[in-house]
């Protein structure tokens, strides 16, 4: 980092993650990593300094966006999309006419706020509906005390959709196997085909990388062209991810990471523990 090009410098404190740090910045991820090249996003530390770019002529304030209208696109459908409220997308965009949409027009999404919940194993799991401790306990092979130890303040009789909690490490059931030529996500459990998924891929000149690896880390909301879920691999720099772009899924369009859409990838992240097996070939 050139601290002389750089106008905002901040210090990484407990509980930040780039995704936290675009939104509350109104940048994107991969802008800040362009900032620090020398940054790798899943190992953030304490005490860290790293550039917050400059946003060039931003339309959204920040703490919110910029969405570019597609076809067949109402507020409905992009409010359901971003997890928002068809009130809250009128609120943020108070001279748009939502009966007369044009395709290109750029509105601005506010951005959910993030309270981070951290997990020492980076082991997490986002509530949803119709969840309880015993049906979580049960998916994953863990016990309820387990669950209690790993979130002390958490009350399970009083669980919210979309709050994150703490699992235990485990040993998992699920092997992700990502195959390039069909751009598809294929999800064993115990050695059966259980589910696939459509994916975009790297770009030639930025690959995905093939071989063997493991789920490292995993994060809510991480925003921007990371969409509403991460899952970074062993190969740094490298993960499965949500989109803002769900138009470019089936194409070799990434800088390498594997991108799916939002709604896949949070059902993914929802069975999906660190450690899990992935092969990419």
Request: hydrophobic residues 35%; charged residues 15%; aromatic residues 8%.
């Amino acid at each position: 980092m050139n601290n002389r090009q750089c106008k905002t410098i901040i210090t990484i404190k407990s509980g930040d993650t780039l995704g936290n740090l675009a939104v509350a910045y109104n940048t994107t991820v991969g802008a800040i990593l362009a900032a620090n090249k020398d940054l790798d996003p899943n190992d953030i530390v304490i005490g860290q300094d790293i550039c917050i770019p400059e946003t060039k002529d931003s339309v959204c304030p920040i703490g919110s966006i910029p969405y570019k209208i597609k076809a067949g696109e109402t507020l409905s459908s992009i409010a359901t999309e971003y997890k928002t409220t068809y009130e809250q997308l009128l609120l943020s965009n108070p001279d748009l006419n939502p009966s007369n949409l044009s395709v290109g027009t750029v509105i601005c999404i506010t951005q959910p706020k993030l309270h981070p919940t951290i997990c020492p194993s980076n082991n997490i799991y986002v509530i949803q509906e119709g969840d309880a401790f015993y049906k979580i306990a049960n998916t994953f092979g863990v016990s309820i005390d387990e669950l209690l130890r790993n979130n002390p303040k958490v009350d399970p009789s009083n669980l919210e959709v979309d709050q994150v909690i703490c699992l235990p490490l485990t040993r998992t059931p699920y092997i992700i196997v990502i195959d390039l030529d069909e751009r598809k996500i294929n999800l064993y459990y115990l050695g059966r085909f259980s589910k696939s998924y459509p994916i975009a891929i790297g770009k030639p000149t930025t690959p995905t990388p093939v071989g063997g690896f493991r789920i490292f880390n995993k994060q809510v909301q991480p925003g921007g062209p990371f969409g509403t879920r991460w899952m970074g691999l062993s190969a740094p720099s490298y993960g499965i991810h949500g989109t803002n772009t769900p138009e470019s899924i089936g194409t070799a369009s990434s800088n390498g990471c594997i991108r799916m859409y939002n709604r896949d990838v949070e059902e993914l992240f929802s069975v999906i523990t660190i450690n899990t097996p992935v092969i990419i070939d």
